[in-house]
Nanobody, 125 residues
Framework: QVQLVESGGGLVQAGGSLSLSCAASGRIFSFYAVGWFRQAPGKGRDFVAA????????YYADSVKGRFTISRDNAKKTVYLQMNSLKPEDTAVYYC??????????????????WGQGTQVTVSS
């Protein structure tokens, strides 16, 4: 069983930055991926970024490439999402997720068995 707690959301102006954290507890297997998804009101849950718990593999949605960076601190069992050059369309609830996430599923919610409660990110224009 894995528990995930997100933090770091808030209100920021367009062009600004925010850093999200996802603190994990429980057993994280080395082959697991930890991902960030987001859900805007009335829309589905979209993939943002993911990172493998071991190795250097990272994955990004095209909409955030070059603006967002995902990283991890294995000792702290924490995954970070640094978000720069934020746009109003980045406004959403951001969720952290963990799971076995085979390569073809790493960008889909189906790849993840464990989810956090979400944190709100609001970007004003």
């Amino acid at each position: 069983q894995v528990q995930l707690v997100e933090s770091g959301g808030g209100l920021v102006q367009a062009g600004g930055s925010l850093s999200l954290s996802c603190a994990a507890s429980g057993r994280i297997f080395s082959f697991y991926a930890v991902g960030w998804f987001r859900q805007a009101p009335g829309k589905g849950r979209d993939f943002v970024a993911a990172i493998r718990w071991s190795g250097n593999s990272t994955y990004y949605a095209d909409s955030v490439k070059g603006r967002f960076t995902i990283s991890r601190d294995n000792a702290k069992k924490t995954v970070y999402l640094q978000m720069n050059s934020l746009k109003p369309e980045d406004t959403a609830v951001y969720y952290c997720a963990a799971g076995s996430a085979l390569r073809l599923l790493v960008t889909t919610p189906r790849g993840y068995a464990y989810w956090g409660q979400g944190t709100q990110v609001t970007v004003s224009s």
